[in-house]
Structures are given as structure tokens and as C-alpha cells.
């Protein structure tokens, strides 16, 4: 893992990180999942081919229990025999469908939030929406961090340590602009 940069607000901090979400050691790495849970392709097929297939299994019963999941909504499940302890899977919005960028901003906050009230102090969120949901690259990686440095800003949050992270050159290097 390699830190591109850091930027502090208050006593927390925001980093941006090149590098495989499912070697993270954080509370918990998050998952930019589809309204079923499936996670089959992307950031959520290898999280579930790491982390093992109990996390597809908790996924089912969440869905087995509540339905599918709407845009912006976030669930937790254990890691499995990832080095975080908790995955917390958002549904970010598909490009196209109307109001991606509230849809986006909604999933990142519902994603904060529920580390907050788990009391999570470290969390790294990957670049939700931007693969095959077809968000585009630049606002997404920057209405991401806008959205968790308001957060870290405004918001009563446990939360020490946010991670951005990419695992090419592409996304770190876009969080990186979107944090100048």
C-alpha cells in the first residue's frame, strides 16, 4: 500500500491509496455492490474470491430478510479472512439512471454513517460507481471526497482514518486532483 497523499481535518485524517482493497487493515473495507448483493465482478467478486464465500453468505440473508437494497443504501456483513474486520457494501448509482451524483453522494454518507454508529475509527471506500456502473472517472472520485471531508467537517463520527484507494495509477491519481 502506498499513501499518494494525506490531508488532516481536526484529528482525523484523509488518505488517498494506491493499492488492493482486500489486503486493507482497517474496521472495515467497503464494497461498491449491486441492489442483490451478488457479488460476482469488479471490487465485490474479489473481495468475496479473498475474503470467502461467507460474505456472499450474509449478503443472501440480508436480502433473504429485507429485499433488495435501493441506491445509496449501505449494509454490513463480516470480512470473512480479510485483514478487516467488517464490509460495509453500498449500492452507488448506474450512470444514466437520473440523479447520479446525490445517488453517489447518499451512498458514501449512508456508508459514514453506519461505520459511525458501529463505531468504526478506519474505513477505505474504493471508487464506487466508476467501474461498471459507468460513473464517470473525475466526478466520481471527487464528489467521493468531498463527501467524506464534509462529513469529517460536520458530523459527531468515530471515524479516525478515512482511505481512498485505487488499485492502478487511474483513481489514486484522480483522488489525489480532487483533494487539491
Not at 2 to 22: A, H, M, N, P, Y
Not at 37 to 45: D, F, I, K, Q, T
Not at 52 to 59: A, D, R, V
Amino acid at each position: 500500500m502506498k499513501v499518494l497523499k494525506e490531508k488532516r481535518i481536526k484529528d482525523k485524517i484523509i488518505q488517498v491509496v494506491r493499492g488492493d482493497i482486500t489486503k486493507e487493515e482497517v474496521d472495515a473495507i467497503v464494497n461498491a455492490a449491486n441492489k442483490y448483493l451478488s457479488h460476482g465482478g469488479g471490487v465485490a467478486g474479489a473481495i468475496v474470491r479473498a475474503g470467502g464465500y461467507i460474505i456472499q453468505e450474509e449478503s443472501n440473508k440480508i436480502i433473504e430478510k429485507n429485499g433488495p437494497l435501493n441506491t445509496g443504501d449501505a449494509v454490513i456483513t463480516t470480512a470473512g479472512s480479510l485483514p478487516s474486520e467488517y464490509v460495509i457494501h453500498t449500492v452507488g448509482p448506474v450512470w444514466g439512471e437520473g440523479d447520479e451524483e446525490n445517488k453517489l453522494k447518499k451512498a458514501i454518507l449512508s456508508v459514514l454513517r453506519l461505520a459511525t454508529e458501529k463505531k468504526l475509527e478506519s474505513i477505505s471506500i474504493p471508487a464506487v460507481s466508476c467501474g461498471i456502473f459507468g460513473f464517470p472517472k473525475k466526478k466520481g472520485t471527487k464528489i467521493i471526497y468531498e463527501t467524506v471531508k464534509e462529513f469529517l467537517e460536520n458530523e459527531e463520527t468515530s471515524l479516525k482514518a478515512v482511505r481512498l484507494i485505487g488499485i492502478g495509477e487511474e483513481i489514486p491519481s484522480l483522488f489525489v486532483q480532487a483533494m487539491d
